[in-house]
């Protein structure tokens, strides 16, 4: 009897289990029909759904805007170059001097501000490193002191994974073991493409915009995609319309009397030929016989709203204010919130992203082979933007001055004391402020004293006043 309980309360599970997925089934077919499933709009907007490596590159190659896209953020990361440094002493260690020498020799920081715009092509990118231990690309880096002959840069579109760490108890799990790197050769105008293998040693990774992954990135041109596509079609169709528009449609029109009586008789070769000669040639007549000629007025739409609009959804989509992404002469216009923000933004990209990602790495692979002498700690300090300019700090004296005129004048001295003004409303701090009102008391003494010189002097008599003159000026 149990049994039978077990097996019917079983049976009643599974067919409750069932009726429950029928009913989730059901409800989410409902939910796609009403979403209007008829319409792919990827296919109809001509979008492409999962974009490749040779997507984004085909879009960096092509479109200006998808370069900017690419090189905004290392560009304005790398306007300034951070210092290298072991310890903070006047005398350069061994290391300070050989990265300065080895930064003098390859210009260190424009192949890693180089790498860190061609990552962001696609998902990642290496930086080559060419040594002289004499093996093969595709096998380890020998031991021993190394030297470092050249540098390349590679974004995705010419690097292939061949190769990860499967083992999970190994320290570099997931990472690449072999990458396929393919090499362009130039000579005498033809171009010949080779591929190798390249040992994971003797390359430096690079991938921005992480998630779950740590070896592969999101391409920076993968979330404004589309909206590059739409920019495509609006930027092309403007100037074909404005060239079709040069040319205006004509209309030809047969008599219909001709037509009611039956005795038309055109010649619609001829008529055809004489239209392609106006049109193509400089002929301005027509021979039209039986048929008037119509213009057809075009019809001009001015592209900017849209294209506009496209821009800011990119810049938007970025995070970055609209004027910036738009360069330089409209940055000048920016807001002073939006520009201070995006100093923020790329200050934290600086510290958080280039030096631990790209440059440190970087250093330490050189330490490992030797090429650089190891030291006690590695500095990376990079300068201040957020520090103000010389019209910034000639406009705040500016407001000082006249601060201080308002203070005076208004004889607010019995509500405010000085030393409050300095330090409360100033930004100065008690000891600053203390110094400035001994100055201003000192100076005040000097003053009071002349003056009471002055009077004295006003009081003698002519002779003496001369008298002393004299004698001042003999002195």
Known sequence: MTKNKTKKSAITDNMLKDAVLNELST??????SLLDPRRDL????GYTVNPRATDYNEMYDKEGIAKRVVHILPEESWLVYPT???VEEPKDTAFETAWRDLNKRFSLFSVLSRADALSGIGRFGVILLGLDDGEELDKPVKPGPRKLLYLRVFDESVVKIQQSVIDTKNERFGFPLMYEITFENTTEGNTTSVSKNVHYSRIVH???NKRMSEVLGVSRLRSVFNQILNLRK???????GYWQAAFPGYSLEIDPNLLASGTSNLDSEAIKASMQDFINTSQRWLNTVGVSVKTLAPQIVDPTPHVIIQLKIIAITLGMPFRIFM???EGKLAGGQDSKAWVKRIAGRQNDYITPRIILPFIKQLIE???LPEPEEINVDWPDMLAPSDQEKADVQAVIIKTLREYIQGDVQAIIAPKRLLVDFMGYDEEQADMIIEEVMAEEELNEEAIEEDNLNENLPDEIVKDEDSKNKQK
């Open 27 to 32: 409800r989410t077919a409902l939910m796609q």
């Open 42 to 45: 990827d296919t109809e907007c």
């Open 84 to 86: 290298i440094y072991e």
């Open 206 to 208: 690079i991938a921005d």
């Open 234 to 240: 609006l930027l092309g169709s403007s100037p074909e």
């Open 327 to 329: 360069g330089t002469e």
């Open 369 to 371: 082979y030797q090429i």
